[in-house]
C-alpha cells in the first residue's frame, strides 16, 4: 500500500539547502496540525551504486498535506534500517515502526 510519501532531495553534497527548505514546511505544518505523534519526517542516504548517494526523506501518511505542497510521491513504507529522524516524536518511531521498537 503505497500510503507514505518519498521526496527525493538529489545528491547528499548539494541537498542541503533542500532539506533545510522542506524541514521549515514540515516544522509549521507539524505545529499547526497541533503536533501530532504520527507527523514524522524521517532521512536516509541511499545509492544507486551511482557515484554519489542522495538524500530522501520519507513523510509519513500524516504528512498528506505536506507531500502535496512539496511534490512528494507517494511509496510503500519505507524499512526503518538505516532511516534517522528528521522531524517528529520518539513516540513516532513506535507507532510507525512497531516492529522495529520492540
Avoid at 542541503?16 to 521549515?24: C, H, K, M, R
Avoid at 504520527?38 to 548517494?53: K, Q, Y
Avoid at 507531500?67 to 507517494?74: F, I, M, R
Amino acid at each position: 500500500m503505497n500510503d507514505w510519501f518519498v521526496k527525493n532531495l538529489g545528491d547528499a553534497m548539494l541537498a542541503f539547502e533542500a532539506q533545510a527548505e522542506l524541514e521549515s514546511v514540515l516544522v509549521s505544518a507539524r505545529a499547526e496540525a497541533g503536533n501530532p505523534e504520527n507527523m514524522a519526517a524521517f532521512i536516509r542516504h541511499e545509492s544507486d551504486g551511482g557515484l554519489h548517494c542522495e538524500v530522501k526523506v520519507y513523510l509519513s501518511p500524516a504528512c498528506d498535506s505536506v507531500a502535496d505542497t512539496c511534490n512528494a510521491t507517494p511509496c510503500a513504507k519505507p524499512s526503518p534500517e538505516g532511516l534517522g529522524m528528521l522531524l517528529g516524536s520518539d513516540e513516532a518511531w513506535q507507532s510507525l515502526f512497531p516492529e522495529f521498537s520492540g
